[in-house]
């Protein structure tokens, strides 16, 4: 969450004299990081203790692709999620090994998570249909 994080880089702005703050986001975020920002850092701007820009970034990580379908795999982060569903090993470390194989290895890993992923696709735990529908598109590993 922008303001969480926010909140917990400004200490360690003040703490290392920062004086000048460049939040880097997806264009449609800008806003909503500038808004964040100027409330979060609200009496350190007014104490000229730094100053604040936004900058858009380029977000088409997809050639020719749309924004559904980029994926960010992070570790989990958030004090609201049931820690009890998270997965072991988290996909995190996962998505980062997965990443770091050869090209070779990488073409078999996709071929492999595929046909897993064909296998799993109807497997929906009863009572959680809704949030399947709501959270997760699947889409082919090629």
């Given at each position: 969450?922008?303001?969480?994080?926010?909140?917990?880089?400004?200490?360690?702005?003040?703490?290392?004299?920062?004086?000048?703050?460049?939040?880097?986001?997806?264009?449609?975020?800008?806003?909503?990081?500038?808004?964040?920002?100027?409330?979060?850092?609200?009496a350190?701007?007014?104490?000229?203790?730094?100053?604040?820009?936004?900058?858009?970034?380029?977000?088409?990580?997809?050639?020719?692709?749309?924004?559904?379908?980029?994926?960010?795999?992070?570790?989990?982060?958030?004090?609201?999620?049931?820690?009890?569903?998270?997965?072991?090993?988290?996909?995190?470390?996962?998505?980062?090994?997965?990443?770091?194989?050869?090209?070779?290895?990488?073409?078999?890993?996709?071929?492999?998570?595929?046909?897993?992923?064909?296998?799993?696709e109807?497997?929906?735990?009863?009572?959680?249909?809704?949030?399947?529908?709501?959270?997760?598109?699947?889409?082919?590993?090629?």
């Amino acid at each position: 969450n922008t303001r969480g994080e926010l909140e917990q880089a400004l200490p360690v702005l003040l703490q290392a004299r920062i004086n000048r703050v460049i939040l880097v986001s997806s264009p449609s975020h800008c806003p909503r990081c500038m808004r964040d920002a100027s409330l979060v850092f609200r009496a350190a701007l007014r104490a000229g203790r730094f100053t604040l820009f936004v900058s858009p970034c380029a977000t088409d990580f997809v050639a020719g692709g749309a924004a559904q379908q980029v994926v960010v795999v992070e570790p989990p982060h958030r004090g609201d999620r049931d820690a009890a569903l998270d997965p072991r090993p988290p996909l995190h470390q996962l998505a980062a090994r997965a990443l770091s194989l050869c090209p070779s290895a990488k073409r078999q890993f996709a071929t492999r998570c595929d046909v897993l992923l064909k296998g799993l696709e109807h497997v929906v735990v009863k009572g959680d249909r809704q949030n399947a529908r709501r959270h997760v598109q699947v889409t082919s590993l090629h």
